[in-house]
């Protein structure tokens, strides 16, 4: 099923990864509803509308493999 997202920011910032000091990255802030919000990072020379999705709909589905399970600590 298609989900709707919005960006609601995108900033240029210097790359944490050690394999990429002197490059950047762009942060994109989105949010599914107001209440959830989150971030992901795309190398800078591989920015492109379809990347941003991308990043996205991965970051999404490694959230959901989670979300609503129920856990019993012993």
């Given amino acids: 099923m298609p989900t709707k997202f919005k960006v609601f920011d995108t900033r240029r ?3 944490a990864e050690p ?3 002197g490059k950047y990255d762009m942060l994109v802030m989105y949010e599914l509803d107001p209440m959830r919000r989150y ?3 795309v190398p800078e020379e591989e920015f492109t509308e379809a990347r941003m999705i991308e ?3 991965k970051d999404m589905a490694e959230r959901e493999q989670y979300t609503g399970k129920e856990y019993e600590i012993p």
Wanted: charged share 35%; proline share 8%.
């Fill in 13 to 15: 910032v210097p790359s």
């Fill in 19 to 21: 394999e990429r000091i």
């Fill in 39 to 41: 971030i992901v990072r």
């Fill in 55 to 57: 990043a996205v709909k």
